[in-house]
């Protein structure tokens, strides 16, 4: 089964902006879609993007949309979720995740691999 590996997240101040990547070992992603998630301390693992690796679809939360960005390289390996103007609520663990079979993008449960997560702080 594919491994999903996040990197890039860090420590950036109000209104900065930061890229995270998402490789699949190096390899073109296997799956139909690839979607970007977080989760805070105490809540839920909420959505934030999704691309489709079949035809270029992309999927972006309303909390983000307009600031975040999902893209991926020409060779489809490595997804990068492009993030602008962040605020001190996007602060939260980042996971990467792919969805094999098509299904609703925003829920988790329809993603059967999932990365490590790259944890984003955002200082005000």
């Known amino acids: 089964q594919v491994q999903l590996l996040e990197s890039g997240g860090g420590l950036v101040q109000a209104g900065g902006s930061l890229r995270l990547s998402c490789t699949a070992s190096g390899r073109p992603f296997s799956v139909y879609l690839v979607g970007w998630f977080r989760q805070a301390p105490g809540k839920e693992r909420e959505f934030v993007a999704a691309?489709?690796?079949?035809?270029?679809?992309?999927f972006v939360d309303d909390s983000v949309k307009g600031r975040f960005d999902i893209t991926r390289d020409n060779a489809d390996t490595t997804v990068y979720l492009q993030m602008s103007n962040v605020r001190p609520e996007d602060s939260a663990v980042y996971y990467c995740?792919?969805?094999?079979?098509?299904?609703?993008?925003?829920?988790?449960?329809?993603?059967?691999?999932w990365g490590q997560g790259t944890q984003v702080t955002v200082s005000s």
């Open positions: 691309l489709s690796l079949s035809g270029s679809s992309t």
């Open positions: 995740a792919g969805q094999s079979v098509r299904g609703p993008v925003r829920l988790p449960r329809e993603y059967d691999v």
